[in-house]
């Protein structure tokens, strides 16, 4: 599969960012606009917050500027994802961090004032459900906050100190490049995006392994800057966590997650310890059903049945998605219907775009998606993901106030994977004969479960050697985060995986590793929409008590977020039992792959 031009894409296939600004002129005079607000915001309030109303007023205006801010900084951002060669598109980048770096400094005596406000003042404050999340955060940071100074300055670097995240992007989007290989005398092109979203789990095992050995080629090339663009981030972390007190860099990262390192520490340590025997119990049976005496690393997304996996297109996909989440009620599928017809969405597939996907939120406009659309079942997965993503953003900025519509990190991944397992749940059930269910049940795993509980978990575990390094005054280069990604690799899949040098440069595929303690929080997501699924399952109110989580936004902690589906994550509970509903999934395909040898 070829990457095209994105010019030769039907404009169906890609997002119309009008409901934003009709054009860059229009972009251009946002801008202005909001740097004339802040200029008076900063005029009527630098020091002059003292009261409560004093606050109470400032706060209600800078609601106003944040969302300007939210609307500009999605515009600006957005564009340049699709395609990192085009240079409009960076302009448009450029003038949006340019506009983001002065308004973060010009605001910046704002936080400052918050966080040093009387503890009488924040407390009444809080009491107020319009910034209970703001407030909240305020009195995290209370005690790490810097002179106002130096909190100006930092913000005036915060486009420096996230340099290496740009860097890793515009590398991955841009530089990656992969070569050719041929299979039985065909030649295959390949990129990013091709392997990613097609190679891997390809019914040929030898263009399963030509394209992972031509990808990990693609990726070694960059091993040394990667490496070094990943060390300036984590540095820069570790840097931020002195000057603020932090005890350590894990607090300094968890802090804004309102959730403590033991929490982050059990995802890792229960998944590697409880779920690793599943997993291999599952890929031992698939290379079973498909007759291979070992499993490489370029094998593990293979289906258990390459026959029954579909071709599906963009329309087809909007039926399944709009089908399967029917069970959440007429007053959801509203909201998230309108994501076709107006264009929410960029599928196109073409050369110099983001390999990832992502959902982005311009506070009560509507969400936008990114993806490549390959045609595969995978597809529709990443679909509903990033609808669910949408989703979440829609009933949180309806029901919320700026300050308090965006979820906690730590569950923010958890209204997307619900919305894959409602896909599964309803493939499952459109089918009577034992494969068609079984190939359901797989895709549950391997799409939904392999990715988020797998794959980032992983990332989560190598994560944490990097940090305990640089704890302990260490540092790394490209040779250290092989070796650190292939011990994770090989504790988790023991003989089940041949891990080899070309796996351990897992490292470089994902931009989580730039984003702190990001990575784990999509098994800690996946917890959560576990919770909430089997709770739809099993209660009538199931769906409504869902729709009220997705309200809640982040008004509420991430523990009382949780108990609104009656999930204590205070406790390993919720995790064993989703450990639990996964090893009860693995057997039951087992049992159907009995069941079909017998016929």
Known sequence: MELKKRSTFPENELWDLTALYKDRQDFLLAIEKALADIDTFVLNYQDKLETVADFTQALMELEQIYIQMSHIGAYAF???????????????AKAGDDFETKARVALSFFDTALATADQAVLDTLEANPHFSAAIRQAKIQKEHLLDPKVEKALSNLREVLGAPHDIYTKMRAGDFAMEDFEVNGKTYSNSFVTYENFYQNHEDAAVRDKSFRSFSEGLRVHQNTAA????????????????????????????????????????????????????????????????????????????????????????DSYDLVMKSLAPLGPEYTREIEPY?????????????????????????????????????????YTLTHEIGHSGQFIFSDNHQSYYNTHMSTYYVEAPSTFNELLLSDYLENQFDSPRQKRFALAHRLT?????????????????????DLIEAGGTFGAETLNAFMKDVLTDFWGDAIEIDDDAALTWMRQSHYYMGLYSYTYSAGLVLSTAGYLNLKQKANGAKEWLDLLKSGGSKTPLETAMIIGADISTDKPLRETIQFLSDTVDQIIAYSEELSHD
């Open 447 to 467: 799409d939904t479960y392999f990715h988020n509980f797998i794959t980032h978990l992983l990332e989560a575990a190598f994560q944490r050697k990097v940090y």
């Open 78 to 92: 957005m564009p340049q994802t699709t395609d990192f060669s085009d240079d409009s598109f960076a302009e448009l």
């Open 228 to 315: 070094a663009a990943y060390l300036a981030k984590v540095k820069s972390e570790k840097l931020m966590a002195d000057m603020r007190g932090y005890s350590s860099v894990y607090d300094y990262l968890l802090a804004e997650q309102e959730v403590d390192k033991a929490m982050f520490d059990r995802q890792i340590d229960l998944i590697m310890s409880d779920f690793g025997p599943v997993a291999q119990k599952y890929l031992k049976h698939v290379a079973q059903v498909n007759g291979l005496d070992k499993m490489t690393f370029a094998d593990w997304k293979l289906d258990i049945d390459t026959d029954l996996n579909p071709q599906v297109s963009i329309t």
């Open 340 to 380: 076709q017809t107006e264009r929410w969405v960029d599928f196109a597939a073409n050369a110099n775009k983001d390999s990832g996907g992502y959902a982005a939120d311009p506070y009560r406009i509507h969400p936008y998606v990114l993806m490549s659309w390959t045609g595969r079942l995978s597809d529709v």
